[in-house]
């Protein structure tokens, strides 16, 4: 069993992401990509201003963004090899993928943008940033990013988006 823990900080309760909406984006990308064990991500809801602040501090970019990945392994998006058993929590005896944190402000704007919901935005980039964790990247190299482009639209498409 999965865990996703998902946490709003800076973010009036009526703009808060739907927690339940995250979480099954979670449990779903785990699922089709083959990870037979259970995971755990955690989930930063924030505002703009402090998105930037973390960019800042963790990329050297002063500007906000969207969402941002910190994967805790260094995997391959080669498809899924479990690691090492040590990797695996003793307490918890789940496996820590990462965390994710997304702007709350960001997912309004770009879905106005885009024309698309407020949950298919929150969608994408969650099942964008649970790619990461998993070692995919969209970085240099047109290969890596056609097939993290095509696995996100499989994905979306297999959640009803």
């Known amino acids: 069993m999965n865990k996703a823990y998902v946490r709003h900080n800076?973010?009036?309760k009526p703009d808060r992401l739907s927690i339940p909406l995250i979480k099954r984006c979670i449990n779903t990308v785990l699922r089709l990509e083959g990870v037979?064990?259970?995971c755990e991500v955690s989930v930063l809801v924030t505002d703009d201003l402090a998105i930037r602040e973390i960019n800042r501090e963790f990329r050297g970019k002063d500007e906000p963004t969207d969402v941002l990945s910190f994967p805790m392994l260094?995997?391959?998006a080669q498809g899924w090899v479990e690691p090492a058993p040590c990797a695996i929590d003793p307490?918890?005896?789940?496996?820590p993928l990462g965390e994710i944190v997304l702007s709350a402000e960001r997912v309004d704007r770009q879905a106005q943008e885009y024309g698309n919901s407020r949950d298919r935005e929150t969608a994408y980039l969650t099942v964008h940033s649970v790619l990461h964790l998993l070692?995919?990247?969209h970085g240099s190299e047109p290969e890596e990013k056609a097939r993290?482009?095509?696995r996100e639209k499989q994905i979306m498409l297999e959640m009803g988006f």
């Open 148 to 150: 993290m482009r095509t």
């Open 36 to 38: 037979g064990i259970s």
């Open 91 to 95: 307490e918890t005896g789940l496996l």
């Open 74 to 76: 260094e995997l391959s």
């Open 135 to 137: 070692g995919y990247d």
């Open 10 to 12: 800076r973010v009036n």
